[in-house]
């Protein structure tokens, strides 16, 4: 089984600054098969980033994700009041599929 | 646009068995471009993925639950089901259904908004 790590576990920022989440195989992570999500509370995660890198259709371009192997990133410009919610890195390389236990942005 | 609906009950007793349906609008189940699984959420944690099923009748399970899980699509309805069969209070959460590409991309793009199932006697 893949474990991921994400950190920070919590980020405080302030609308207009840069986030920026780590997460972290424990293994390597085939094809870069790798998804982030958002989730607010109350609300069904929903995807950002598959393929480590693609914005799925509808996704501003303030989002974007990098990295392969065993270590991506998701970067945030310039974060929106909406984009404060906790964000999850997800691996779909080898079953079974696995979470990150998630990174917490949080307005300052 | 595809929508994904959870129901079931919302409260069940320690040692019977959980019983989920995700009912699918927008689009069919009768498929072979996607799986049709289920990821659950306790309470302030993270997510598990339980279990997803093919349109043909396969399956496949996250270890910790293929015992007790089991996921099946019933096509003529254009739904899929979960039954978890021995809960305990470590089962009480959120579930979402969701669908994943059976191909490249592979990810799970549609989630369902969930579901809380809570395990009490």
């Known amino acids: 089984e893949i474990v991921l790590t994400q950190s920070p576990g919590t980020l405080s920022l302030s609308p207009g600054e840069r986030a920026t989440l780590s997460c972290r195989a424990s293994?390597?992570?085939?094809?870069?098969?790798l998804a982030w999500f958002q989730q607010k509370p109350g609300q069904a995660p929903r995807l950002l980033i598959y393929?480590?890198?693609s914005r799925p259709t509808g996704i501003p371009d303030r989002f974007s994700g990098s990295g392969s192997g065993t270590d991506f990133t998701l970067t945030i410009n310039r974060l929106e009041p909406e984009d404060f919610a906790v964000y999850y890195c997800?691996?779909?390389?080898?079953?079974?599929?696995?979470f990150g236990q998630g990174t917490k942005v949080e307005n300052k | 646009q595809l929508q994904l609906q959870e129901s079931g009950p919302g409260l069940v007793k320690p040692a019977k068995t959980l019983s989920l349906t995700c009912s699918v609008s927008?689009?069919?189940?009768?498929?072979?471009?996607?799986?049709w699984g289920w990821i659950r959420q306790p309470p302030g944690k993270g997510l598990e993925w339980i279990g997803s099923?093919?349109?043909?009748?396969?399956?496949y399970y996250h270890p910790s639950l293929k015992s007790r899980a089991t996921v099946s699509v019933d096509t003529s309805k254009n739904q899929f089901s979960l039954h978890l069969t021995s809960v305990t209070a470590s089962d009480t959460a959120v579930y979402y259904c969701?669908?994943?590409?059976?191909?490249?991309?592979?990810?799970?793009?549609?989630w369902g908004q969930g579901i809380l199932v809570t395990v009490s006697s």
């Open positions: 969701a669908r994943r590409f059976s191909r490249w991309p592979f990810y799970f793009d549609y």
């Open positions: 293994q390597h992570v085939f094809s870069d098969y």
């Open positions: 393929g480590a890198s």
């Open positions: 927008g689009g069919s189940t009768n498929t072979g471009d996607f799986y």
């Open positions: 099923a093919f349109y043909s009748g396969s399956s």
């Open positions: 997800q691996q779909y390389a080898s079953s079974p599929w696995t």
